[in-house]
């Protein structure tokens, strides 16, 4: 519906924020609703996710702009396929190797990315994404199926969540 939106919305930690936004489309994950779009105050490249359930209420402020239209095809041609488990954090490329049983499971997953290479029954793939989302989704699968080889930066992220889930449990 190509409007330009005024929303409050209550974040996880409670705090209460007005913002103005150019909503992109609605995403199902995890049992919730979100409502991805680009905060009219900020600059970023990659849209923010909101949970549905946390906002407050809207009101509509004004058509989009050509350019804010441009913005949001943008992002639906070169980012939607890519998001998963709506956290943020830094978008980038990451390099894994895949059983080859396990490839269909990471496509339907990502739907970005490449194969790079084919080794008998191991595929190495590029995934774009955001990080902390591959990283909290790569948790919850099996072991045998899949190494993160690169950037570093995601690899230590794993290492991290393993490492505080030591502490914890």
Known sequence: NQDVISVRYKKADG?????????CCIKYDLGYLYL???HCERTETYAAYFRIDRIES???LRKQTKKEIE????YIE???DGMIQMYGGRYCEILVRCNQMFYPY???KFRNLDVIAEEGNVFTVKIKAFEEGFVKWLLSQSTEM???IEP???VQLIKKEIEMLKIKY
Do not use: G, W
């Open 58 to 60: 809207f009101l509509v």
């Open 146 to 148: 899949l190494t993160v």
């Open 36 to 38: 991805i779009a680009y």
């Open 152 to 154: 570093e930066s995601t």
């Open 71 to 74: 913005r949001v095809h943008q």
């Open 106 to 108: 990471i496509y339907n």
């Open 15 to 23: 705090n209460i924020v007005d913002r103005t936004m150019i909503p």
């Open 78 to 80: 070169n980012y939607a």
